[in-house]
């Protein structure tokens, strides 16, 4: 039972009432909700409407997007392929070295400058040396020459071994079993009785003739004066009797007579031994 009087009606004491309620448009105060007044005071206003360039900064108001709103207003939209150097790197490229064929043409190089010569008489005593590149020592232990590419001068590999490059290129490096600055004299070629002289101006041999015999008829000694034989005339005298058809005979003469004397004379005779000097 309901008590109208009474200012609140309990729900469960209306009868037929719907199971459902449809809804309809109704309007409230912001007073008819607790609390709902305060809450909205709390929130954003109403954001105006932007374009599709825009965004909503956190300062709370559109901006155009673009490369400089997200810190890259220095990039150009460039492929990787096409993007040119910096001028700081190109000036930095200006000052090297070109590369042809992946090497730095010798136009380009300095020349190496040969500087102090030095000696070391072995290889640790090399790579202890003071030198400088272009700097050449001598290996007195091995006889070897060897040049400073670059430094260190302590690492080996940085010494250019010359007389091994120059092997089989430079020919001769040692003659007669000497080595250095070489001087050949004639004994050195074997000649050491041999006196520089023309085959005009030489001398004869002062070995003396003893118990030899020229044979031949072809082997004979000509123009000799009879005055440039010491004693000719009178050995021959003392010698020679005669000698026909191998047998001495007695009775024979010699006469000694120049080959114009010899053609002079009209009959010769059959028991003289004629002897024709020059």
Do not use: C
């Not at 064929?101 to 010798?106: D, H, L, N, Q």
């Not at 020459?145 to 091994?164: E, R, Y």
């Not at 003739?209 to 050995?235: F, M, P, R, Y």
């Amino acid at each position: 039972m309901i008590d109208l009087e009474a200012d609140v009606v309990d729900w469960s004491e209306v009868q037929n009432k719907p199971s459902t309620f449809a809804p309809a448009a109704h309007t409230h105060t912001l007073g008819d909700t607790t609390g709902l007044e305060t809450a909205l005071a709390g929130k954003e206003p109403t954001i105006g409407t932007g374009t599709t360039a825009q965004y909503w900064r956190g300062d709370k108001s559109w901006q155009t997007l673009n490369k400089a709103s997200v810190g890259l207003g220095n990039v150009d939209n460039t492929s990787d392929a096409s993007k040119p150097i910096s001028t700081a790197t190109a000036s930095a490229l200006a000052g090297k070295a070109d590369l042809v064929g992946g090497k730095v043409p010798s136009s380009q190089l300095d020349r190496l400058s040969i500087g102090e010569t030095l000696t070391a008489a072995t290889q640790s005593a090399m790579l202890a040396l003071d030198a400088n590149p272009g700097d050449v020592a001598i290996r007195t232990d091995d006889d070897t020459l060897w040049m400073l590419k670059k430094a260190p001068a302590s690492t080996l590999g940085n010494w250019w071994d010359l007389t091994a490059a120059l092997s089989g290129v430079a020919g001769v490096t040692s003659i007669n079993s000497m080595t250095g600055t070489v001087t050949l004299g004639k004994s050195d070629i074997g000649l050491g009785n041999v006196d520089n002289t023309s085959d005009a101006t030489k001398n004869s041999a002062s070995a003396t003739l003893t118990n030899k015999t020229i044979s031949g008829s072809a082997n004979t000694l000509s123009n000799i004066a009879q005055s440039s034989v010491t004693n000719l005339g009178t050995d021959l005298g003392n010698k020679v009797t005669s000698y026909v058809n191998g047998t001495i005979t007695a009775g024979f003469k010699q006469e000694v007579m120049t080959a114009a004397q010899f053609a002079a004379l009209g009959t010769k005779d059959s028991k003289t031994v004629y002897l024709v000097t020059a």
